[in-house]
């Protein structure tokens, strides 16, 4: 069974600073990655994929991630972080045979002023 | 192009009710899917719907059931509701099973009480 782990329940970071919010996985095969984002009383978001190429993907409002097929990790990353990055962030993986997700139990980003 | 839509928005039921749920996918899109968000379960797949049948179905019970429609709308139904079963459920949207990418909707948040 395929499964995703987002170790962190929260991340705090200065508005300006780079931020990386972590997720690992564990699938049979090769990996559909996916990350999303929700903000209060909204649905998800999507940010961004990986399904095969270059391991660093960019995606929407300036995130990108980066795939690393030894460690099994997807961590997301910003530059720069923005006080309304402050969200719920999802990491997913996707079952090849089917749509269906699974995800990480999220991780809340802080961004401070 | 129009997002994915969820229908009511809010939803207060009483135990033993039984509640129906719509979602309207993205136009063009023939895949549905839906999910189950609580604060202590995190995000559990319900159902995956294309073209009428029913692809993957969750580890949920029998008292949760759903269906898709030939203009690709899906509904889905609980009955005897549980106090459990207070939950923000979201539906989600693909080309098809095969496309990589969900989009999802703003969610129903069911209050049983």
């Known amino acids: 069974a395929q499964s995703v782990a987002q170790p962190e329940d929260q991340v705090n970071v200065a508005e300006g600073n780079p931020l990386t919010v972590k997720c690992t996985y564990s699938v049979s095969g090769n990996p559909y990655l996916f990350w999303y984002v929700q903000y209060p009383n909204r649905g998800l978001q999507f940010l961004l994929k990986y399904i095969t190429g270059d391991n660093l993907v960019k995606g929407s409002y300036g995130f990108e991630a980066e795939f690393n097929k030894s460690q099994t990790s997807f961590h997301l990353k910003k530059p720069s972080a923005l006080v309304s990055d402050s969200a719920l962030y999802f990491c997913a993986v996707r079952d090849i045979r089917y749509s269906t997700l699974t995800f990480g139990k999220g991780t809340m980003l802080l961004v401070s002023p | 192009k129009a997002g994915v839509t969820q229908t009511p928005r809010y939803l207060i039921k009483t135990r033993g009710q039984q509640v129906t749920l719509s979602c309207s996918p993205i136009?063009?899109?023939?895949?549905v899917s839906w999910y189950q968000q609580t604060p202590g379960q995190g995000l559990q797949f319900l159902f995956e719907y294309f073209s009428e049948t029913q692809r993957n179905k969750g580890n949920f019970p029998g008292r949760f059931s759903g269906r898709q429609f030939s203009n690709s709308r899906s509904e889905m139904n609980v009955s005897t509701l549980e106090l459990g079963d207070s939950a923000l459920y979201l539906c989600?949207?693909?080309?098809?099973?095969?496309?990589?990418?969900?989009?999802f909707g703003p969610g129903t948040r069911l209050l049983v009480l």
């Open positions: 989600a949207s693909s080309l098809s099973w095969e496309q990589e990418t969900q989009y």
């Open positions: 136009s063009g899109h023939r895949s």
